[in-house]
């Protein structure tokens, strides 16, 4: 690895996903966002697979003389989904970690091959430039084992590295600390929980700027109602639609990651959509949003009773940021848990972070728009510049 140099301070963020590659330029000398895009359909015709999409992003950035080669470029910060238990810090990427990272496929077989091609594309576009993998799990490798471990037979859960890892780290990390910014309040005396509810959703119990608990668990597949996932559920479905149903594993999946949550009770994944419907007395975007919200009120009361008290609740992500009803009907009639949301502030739309709870709360509620971009090149910035 060459020594960063001085001039050095901008950050390229790649998130190769599965069938897109989005990024951001960020300067970290004033956090100033320099570009942003994203590529999307990869593998779908026009750009053939990763390694076109990564020129692409290269040439888009090349083309406002943004470009990889620039010697302003400290680092490449990638996204991986999945680091096991092996990772639970960002790290400087070299042949062992890249060999690791394709060792947690089976537990992320959709997200880890993606995000392992982004980063083999970006070494062999710039090999002389440090790359830092951020893992969405690493933020949740604190919970204790008492919330980690599932209640099956050890053994069995050892050797197929069951247990819940959590995923979204980053967001709930970022939040978790800009809510004690916003509190006035340094991250370690405050108690926070956390609802990023985006298409994907998660709720996180954070004790001290440590996370205790997360909703999501050995895959993004548990936890809260989410646009198209199902969230928890008993387990003995699976094998009703296995041994009933004839569903295959595959099958079954799908059923549950892509046509399941709120568009799987209503046809409708997106809660703008939800909204509209119920203004009209729809009866099944009234079901969606009830069974929606239903279960985020059981993980505020949960993350309660684990985290004995409370600080702050805050909202983030999608729908968290902009959607005054949800937020209201989460947290209703939760005086006793002394939650109380003005519906004013609750109301006023935004960017900045804000609260929006009443004045006679004795929990703060807090709207705080998450930035994972700007979280990975901090991560990464401070990497390799240690
Ligand atoms: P992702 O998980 O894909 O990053 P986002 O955090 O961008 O998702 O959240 C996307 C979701 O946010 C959309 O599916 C939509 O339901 C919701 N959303 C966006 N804007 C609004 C809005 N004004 N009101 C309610 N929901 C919204």
Redesign the pocket.
Known sequence: MTRVNATATRVLVLNSGSSSVKYQLLDMADGSRLASGNVERVGEGEVADHTEALKRVAAELDARDLGLHSPRLAAIGHRVVHGGTRFTEPVLVTDEVLAEVEKLVPLAPLHNPANLTGIRVARALRPDLPQVAVFDTAFHATIPEAAARYAIDTATADRFGVRRYGFHGTSHAYVSRETARLLGAEPADVNVIVLHL???ASASAVRGGVCVDTSMGLTPLEGLVM?TRSGDLDPAVVLLLARVGGMSADEIDTLLNKRSGLLGLCGD????EI?RRMAEQDPAARLAFDVYVHRLRKYVGAYTAVLGRVDAVAFT???GE??PAVRAAALADLTALGIEVDAVRNAVRGSAARLISAETSRVAVAVVPTDEELEIASQTYALVRA
């Open positions: 985006g298409n994907g646009g994944n997106d809660m703008r909204g992500a999608g729908v902009n959607s």
